[in-house]
């Protein structure tokens, strides 16, 4: 096939011939995407509802929680259909929109975790110039900024690898990923591509660089704090995030930059299911069990949603 032929489809990558594996694959991802869905949705709430959370920092967390699940939901669902209806096929235009909202939502993510760094850095090296610094009206450019970023970070990838020529139509992989599209070219025209997504990968490790420097200076400053419950804190707020963004890094970074094979591996599926799928479960779960003020909003917002019966 062409990628001229937009009325091609495209053949995901089957977890099973077998129905009964199959069946255990739909019922996998459902409670992965539900479970995701859940503490997000949670995490958007809480900050939503409880006035105490309308904080900069917290205004990025909930920014992070729609991008996750726009990111779990564009490619999750189809694979869950696909093992429920026994089929692998994909159209050709589904491919298109998947890749590009795909990029587009795990783009805004490593941009906004980068703001996010910015953000603690302020707030625990500067914390007298915090609130001039980090005003609303400003991070709000700041979010808008990531999502647009991440806007025409998609357009630029679903252009690169959608303008070449395919000679086959078998993706192994259960969603459009670019590095198994990349494989599938006639010719050398993915090496436009290819270059795009190695400049990706090299401003990823900037954004990497930034993020470990930044919080070089943090943790310098938190261990200068006398006080126990004071270093907590910090480190509470900090720990979550450099872990959320350094399993990003290394699971996406491999999934991009290793050889592709010409048969199906495991090692590529579980790389790309960490980096798509777990990375956003992870994210409501890590900031949630280290930040006692979120814990605090959603026992008020379960409150408030399923009040107690007073006798």
Known sequence: ???????????????????????????????????????????????????????????????????????????????????????????????????????????????LLTVMAYDRYVAICNPFQYEMIMNMRDCIKMVVTTWISGLLYGALHTTGTFTISFCSNIVNQFFCEIPQLLKLACSDSYRIELGVVVLSVILLFGCFIFIIVTYIHIFIVVLRIPSVRGRNKAFSTCVPHLTVFSTLVFTGSFAYLMPTSKIPSHFDLVLSVIYSMISPLLNPLIYSMRNQEIKVGVKKLLRLKYPSNST
């Open 1 to 111: 096939m062409s990628s001229n032929t937009s009325g091609s489809d495209f053949l995901l990558l089957e977890f099973s011939e077998v129905w009964e594996l199959q069946i255990l694959h739909f019922l996998v991802f459902l409670l992965l995407y539900v479970a995701t869905l859940t503490g997000n949705l949670l995490i958007i709430f809480t900050i939503a509802f409880d006035h105490h959370l309308h904080t900069p920092m917290y205004f990025f967390l909930m920014n992070l929680a729609m991008q996750d699940l726009g990111e779990i939901s564009v490619i999750v669902p189809k694979s869950m259909m696909n093992s429920l209806m026994n089929t692998r096929h994909i159209s050709y235009s589904g491919c298109v929109t998947q890749v590009f909202l795909f990029v587009f939502f795990l783009a805004s993510d490593v941009f």
